[in-house]
């Protein structure tokens, strides 16, 4: 019951600093927020017992992600001043249409029964992953490799100063 | 096991809800990458909702949502890199002010 | 000590890697500091290759339980590839071998790659593109090869194919190495690509690499599918598990029927292909070609590559893979039997060959070529320990020969030039001079002692000079062995063939030391530098000093005193392979046979060239005697024009035809189409495009510009209000679909 009660806490302590990220006039404190939901969203992770997932949210997004947006704030920081509003002038019709499709989702989920199964995760569920990278999934785990260099390639590219 | 499979799968849907409200209404283009964010972490926690709850005995549910994780990263990089390289050009990040498909 | 030191096996290729990416990538500019960082690897290498060789002779009961670890590789659905180290007696020689040989001919190295004299005709010809004569300028100034450091790396990555080819412990990795020794071969052969001969009949460098790959790729496909079917019926290409007693017997219990050969094991066709991969890596007969034109690399490069490692990869293989030979069974139909006529028939061909080379290194290249073959014979009638007795005694002596032979070629080539400056050189000698022609030679012994005595000690270890030198003994095992086993034919025809490689190594001798110089270039060669000299000294002591651990027990006297460390030790394990090994017994006849044989040999030699030197500009008396037979031999037999005749020329015919087919007959049907289709063409043009098509297009075109003129407002440009039209249309959908469903 207590472990509930935390976990409505937390959930409304994700949503309510996502909502900050989406709506938060200074671009630092959306990433700020942005930080916060990355951190609330791990620790739906370790309910879900997947800790290796949370261990690889915390490092990618908070440590490397949310580290490459604030790169990116800064860069292009001196914009900032002259920004009229945060919001757009659709963000009315917007926050409607994003309302109706969590409403949509929701009444989906309703309907639709899963057949749960009580089956307590695997000790060796890390070890699982792993094994399941080089056989199994062995190719999507490649493609994936490649499309990281790729994009790591790319961005280099398409960041760099050119100089004439 | 703390909740029902239903409360995380609400709370996926409300984290991409507004994710898609970040991206659709922010004119930052940095703000928009943070609501695609959001939008993938929605993603990941559904996913890990039903392998929890519905197959447990099989890694594919976490090994997927690690793809997606690494296909975030890659995104995030290359927007960015994307964001900066407009800047350069342009002297803005601002979405609506980006209309280069128009003219 | 335990066993888990084998676990050094892992890091023995590593190093000389290391050094290839590091000159490769960063140092290429710097020569010297190549070569220190080729040197520290190999010699890293060479430590660890000790190490873990000595720890197997004296540790571990590794020749009857091997080492073996590995780690998963590939998942191939069922199966897995995997990769990992192997340490057994074998391993265990031949990393002491290829350790010492390696770092030697490195060192050596250091010294052969001066600058080379062919570099500086190119230079006279002024041909160069600016920037490259610049670099070859500095390079004369600084009096080493322009391309050094490039030399540095690439042996090194051959050394890392070569020691990796050592420790594998499964077919597939062994083939990987092998394949990265055959491209380094391929390298170093062409390594002086822009030198070029006044004959155009003469072959090239780049040329010569080139047919040595193309070459040994026939071996090499054919050893792939040999590999692949022992996969296919092993399920694993992992030696220990291939050589377990169930696995071997479920390969020769499969048949198949073949045209020709009718219904024979796998074990035979697996055998006899992974044979074929041995024929072409260690050039026997009949892709022997290769191994002589590979003499156009640098020296070293035939010392190291094509007489004391590689080449012998091709027996290694067959020695590691002796398991399934021997499962293959004897007899009419074994591949044992084969392997045995390959090795007897190209050890006496090739070694008559020798007789009529005057190019030193090609004397050589033949010799090994026929050393190579009494490998395989041995193998073949089934002296496993003897083979590879004689395997490491030759890498030592042959490495040696041709160290040798490169120091007095370097000692000839300077001698040349030094002849030149000087103004001794009489008018003849202002064309091509030939260092490596031992006409041109003589007399060398006063010039360059130390060179001249260490040739001699490795031309006596090749000609099997009795009692004391290493390939007296490893040869007599052979021989012995032959006559035990009663494989007469073999037995006789090796004798010839020593006789032959005495006779031939003595005619080296005697033509380049002894008598009187032929030429001013002879006359005036200085020894060479230590760097050079002393790899030789190191290789002629082991020449003579290691056969001393093969001498068999039954020998009188000297039998008991050496007691037979290598028989005894190699014996255990030949016996976990089921091969039957006995000791063997003293044969008064093999003995005096291959004593009299190799005595008998260099007393020829003596008789024909050292007695009355030749003068400068007299013939071989050879030519005189053998007449037509010499020239046969001279020409190698023809093979080289064989070849040519039934694969160079028919390939290029093919080619030409396939040409002159594209040219005339598809060319005319391609021409054809097109004047056809532009005379439709015509006819549509003015019939239905400018009237009928014109006009629809004209008229779509006019829709479309209406369209857009209206439909433009919608695009703003705006990425997001795409975006939210995109969510309002997914919005209504669901709401469609809700209201239906």
Not at chain 1, 151 to 162: D, H, K, N, Q, S
Not at chain 2, 58 to 81: K, R, Y
Not at chain 3, 130 to 147: H, I, S, T
Not at chain 3, 625 to 641: I, R, T
């Amino acid at each position: 019951m207590a472990l509930q009660i935390l976990f409505l806490i937390v959930a409304i302590l994700t949503l309510g600093s996502a909502i900050g990220t989406v709506i938060a006039r200074n671009l630092f404190h959306a990433a700020l927020f942005l930080i916060g939901t990355f951190a609330g969203v791990a620790f739906f992770y370790v309910l879900l017992q997947a800790e290796f997932l949370a261990v690889s949210q915390v490092v990618v997004y908070i440590g490397a992600i949310a580290t490459l947006i604030i790169f990116a704030i800064m860069l292009t920081r001196s914009v900032m001043g002259r920004e009229a509003g945060a919001l757009n002038q659709w963000a009315g019709i917007v926050a409607v249409a994003s309302a109706l499709i969590i409403a949509a989702l929701i009444w989906l989920f309703t309907i639709v029964k899963f057949d749960v199964n009580p089956q307590p995760v695997p000790d060796d569920a890390i070890a699982q992953i792993g094994k399941g990278f080089v056989s199994t999934y062995v190719i999507p785990f490649e493609v994936v490799s490649i499309l990281l260099l790729v994009a790591l390639i790319g961005a280099i590219m398409l960041a760099r100063e050119r100089h004439q | 096991m703390v909740a029902p499979l239903s409360w995380y799968l609400f709370l996926g849907a409300a984290l991409f809800g507004i994710g898609f409200f970040g991206v659709l209404a922010r004119r930052n283009a940095v703000a928009v990458l943070m609501g695609v964010e959001l939008m993938l972490n929605a993603v990941n926690i559904n996913i890990l909702a039903f392998w929890r709850f519905v197959r447990p005995d099989d890694p594919t549910g976490q090994i997927f949502s690690i793809f997606v994780l690494a296909v975030a990263a890659a995104e995030a990089a290359v927007g960015l890199a994307l964001i900066i390289s407009i800047y350069r050009t342009r002297r803005t990040v601002n979405i609506d002010e980006i209309d280069l498909l128009k003219h | 000590m335990s066993e888990f030191t084998f676990n050094l096996a892992w890091l023995i290729p590593l190093p000389t890697l290391i050094a290839f990416f590091l000159i490769i990538l960063f140092t290429n500019k710097n020569k010297r500091l190549s070569s220190n960082i080729a040197l520290a690897g190999v010699f890293t290498a060479w430590l660890l290759s000790w190490i873990v060789a000595f720890l197997a002779f004296f540790g571990p009961d590794v020749e009857i339980r091997p080492f073996d670890m590995s780690i998963p590789w590939i998942p191939t659905g069922e199966t897995m590839f995997s990769i990992g180290v192997m340490v057994d007696g074998v391993t265990a020689l031949m990393l002491f071998m290829v350790g010492i040989v390696l770092s030697m001919i490195f060192l050596y190295s250091t010294g052969y790659m001066s600058f080379p004299g062919f570099m500086d005709d190119i230079l006279k010809r002024g041909d160069l593109p600016e920037e490259e004569e610049n670099r070859v300028e500095k390079a004369k100034k600084e009096g080493l090869d322009p391309r050094y450091s490039r030399f540095f790396a690439y042996i090194s990555l051959f050394a890392t194919g070569m020691l990796g080819l050592v420790v594998a412990d499964n077919l597939l990795m062994l083939f990987i190495f092998w394949e990265i020794m055959g491209l380094c071969s391929y390298l170093l052969i062409g390594f002086w690509y822009n030198k070029k001969y006044p004959d155009p009949k003469q072959i090239t460098p780049p040329q010569a690499g080139l047919k040595a790959f193309l070459t040994t790729r026939v071996g090499d496909v054919l050893l792939m599918a040999g590999m692949i079917f022992l996969f296919i019926f092993a399920g694993d290409l992992n030696f220990q598990h291939v050589f377990a007693p169930e696995t071997l017997h479920h390969v020769t219990e499969a048949t198949v029927t073949l045209p020709f050969f009718g219904t024979v094991s796998w074990a035979v066709v697996i055998a006899i292909l992974i044979f074929w991969g041995a024929i072409g890596k260690s050039a026997q007969f009949p892709l022997h070609v290769w191994l002589p034109d590979a003499m156009e690399g640098p020296t070293p490069v035939s010392a190291l590559i094509h007489a004391a490692t590689m080449v012998s990869a091709g027996v290694y293989l067959i020695v590691r893979m002796w398991p399934v030979f021997a499962a293959s069974g004897h007899g009419e139909n074994g591949a044992v039997t084969f392997v045995a006529f390959i090795g007897a028939f190209t050890a006496i061909f090739a070694a008559t060959i020798a007789v009529a080379q005057n190019d030193i290194k090609k004397v050589l290249a033949y010799s090994t070529i026929s050393q190579l073959g009494f490998m395989f014979a041995a193998l073949g009638i089934g002296a496993w320990i003897a083979a590879i007795f004689h395997l490491i005694m030759h890498a030592f002596f042959k490495g040696l020969l041709f160290l040798g032979s490169g120091s007095v070629i370097h000692g000839v080539e300077h001698g040349h030039h030094h002849a030149h400056e000087h103004g001794h050189g009489d008018g003849h000698e202002e064309g091509y001079f030939d260092p490596q022609d031992m006409m041109n030679m003589g007399g060398l012994l006063k010039r360059m002692p130390k060179t001249g005595w260490t040739f001699i000690i490795g031309a006596a270890a090749l000609s099997g000079f009795p009692l004391i030198t290493a390939g007296f003994w490893s040869k007599d095992e052979i021989l012995a062995d032959a006559w035990a086993t009663h494989h007469q034919v073999v037995f006789w025809t090796l004798a010839i063939a020593a006789l032959l490689t005495a006779f031939y190594s003595f005619r080296a001798v005697f033509l380049t030391f002894f008598g009187k110089p032929r030429t001013e270039a002879a006359a005036h060669a200085p020894e060479s530098v230590n760097s050079m000299t002393l790899p030789l000294m190191v290789l002629a002591f082991f020449a003579v000093v290691l056969g001393w651990i093969g001498i068999p027990e039954s020998w009188t006297f000297l039998g008991p005193l050496a007691a037979n460390p290598l028989g005894g030790y190699l014996g255990e394990m030949a016996e976990t392979y089921g091969l039957h090994h006995a000791e063997l017994p003293f044969i008064p006849v093999a003995v005096s046979v291959s004593m009299i044989v190799a005595l008998g040999g260099i007393f020829l030699a003596w008789l024909v060239y050292g007695r009355k030197p030749l003068q400068a500009g007299q013939q071989d008396p050879l030519v005189r005697w053998l007449g037509p037979v010499h020239k046969v031999l001279k020409n190698k037999y023809y093979f080289d024009e064989f070849y040519d005749l039934i694969a160079v020329r028919p390939t290029l015919w093919l080619a030409r035809a396939a040409y002159w087919f594209d040219r005339t007959v598809i060319d005319f049907i391609v021409n054809t189409v097109g004047r056809f289709g532009r005379w439709i063409a015509h006819f549509t043009r003015t019939a239905i495009d400018e009237w009928f098509i014109d006009g629809a297009v004209n008229g779509t075109g006019l829709v479309a510009t209406a369209t857009g003129s209206v439909l433009r407002l919608v695009q703003s440009g705006q990425v997001q209000q795409y975006l939210l039209v995109m969510l309002l249309t997914v919005l209504i959908l669901i709401g469609v679909a809700e209201i239906i469903f």
